[in-house]
């Protein structure tokens, strides 16, 4: 689970949360920040939540997103 002080930063470029570092040693930090740079390229924005009813150091993580429905004639 992403610590609450972190949620904002989770998209940032090289950015791990220290639950995560814990969790695996590896990774480097691109995986979200690439996947929102793609969403945003289509004029989306990628959301995280927490499962609220998780309480425990792992935890289900929630990623929402929407694209836009591209209708061609």
């Known amino acids: 689970m992403v610590s609450d ?3 904002h930063n989770i998209f940032e470029k090289f950015f791990r949360d220290d639950s995560g570092k814990k969790f695996s040693k590896e990774g480097t930090g691109m995986g979200l920040w690439i996947a929102n740079k793609i969403l945003e390229a289509h ?8 499962n609220p009813r998780e309480v425990g150091p792992i935890g289900l ?3 929402e997103f929407e694209l836009p429905i591209v209708r061609t004639n």
């Not at 004029?43 to 927490?50: A, G, P, T, V, W």
């Open 43 to 50: 004029d989306c924005k990628l959301e995280y939540h927490k």
């Open 5 to 7: 002080q972190n949620k």
């Open 61 to 63: 993580n929630i990623f």
